[in-house]
């Protein structure tokens, strides 16, 4: 079946400091990507959705500026939190889909985010 | 605006019991509707995807209905097991973009 990988599983970091977490397809091309967040015991909330060659299309309330997306090939986005501050820590989750609405969505692992 | 809901919240059952989740949807203009399991601090794994056109779907013991003029979708479990524990949650594109989840159902299977 489809794969998708997240990369890094985990991260602690320090306040003010960025992260910039992978999303890769490994075996299909994802024409559009989704990267999700996800707060304890609360369900997944779409933060922004991806198509390759194109600028993100954010969410009401995400802040694009803080959130860098960049879905520069047909297998890979990139987020980037900048700047990340105690209150971004949370479980972000990528999603891949290829091609039509009603393909499916194969999703990563998810990328547990801690900042101190 | 597509809102999701699932219920119950959580559920304990004793193994082997058969059991079903519920998933309603506000609005039933859908390209389909996928039924996925989260394990704790874990990412998604898809169970079912139900198209529009379909009124289910079956996967081993899993078996997912869905009735787009109601807003209902159900997730059947038949036998459960205590590898079955996990959140089930549903999800619909709305528009092709916006993929809405439920809250999801938090089950306990006991051995």
């Known amino acids: 079946g489809a794969v998708v990988s997240q990369h890094p599983s985990w991260v602690i970091c320090k306040s003010g400091t960025s992260v910039k977490i992978e999303c890769r397809s490994l075996?299909?091309?994802?024409?559009?990507m989704f990267w999700y967040r996800q707060f304890p015991k609360q369900s997944l909330m779409l933060m922004a959705t991806?198509?390759?060659?194109?600028?993100?299309?954010?969410e009401q309330g995400v802040e694009k500026d803080k959130f860098l997306i960049n879905h520069a090939s047909l297998t890979l986005s990139t987020l980037t939190v900048t700047s990340a501050h105690p209150e971004d820590s949370s479980f972000y989750i990528c999603s891949a889909r290829w091609q039509g609405s009603n393909q499916p969505q194969h999703f990563g692992d998810g990328t547990r985010l801690s900042i101190l | 605006k597509q809102e999701v809901t699932q219920i119950p919240a959580a559920l304990s059952v004793p193994e082997g019991e058969n059991l079903v989740l519920n998933c309603s949807f506000t609005?039933?203009?859908?390209?389909?509707l996928q039924w996925f399991r989260q394990d704790p601090g874990k990412g998604l794994t898809s169970l079912l995807l139900?198209?529009?056109?379909?009124r289910e779907q079956t996967s081993g013991r899993l078996n997912a209905s869905l009735d787009k003029s109601s807003g209902r979708s159900t997730l059947y479990i038949a036998a459960s097991q205590p590898g079955d524990s996990a959140t089930y949650l549903c999800a619909v594109p709305l528009g092709g973009q916006n993929f809405v989840f439920g809250p999801g159902t938090r089950l306990s299977v006991l051995p």
């Open positions: 991806s198509n390759e060659g194109s600028k993100a299309t954010y």
């Open positions: 609005d039933s203009a859908i390209y389909n």
């Open positions: 075996d299909f091309q994802a024409t559009t």
């Open positions: 139900i198209q529009s056109s379909q």
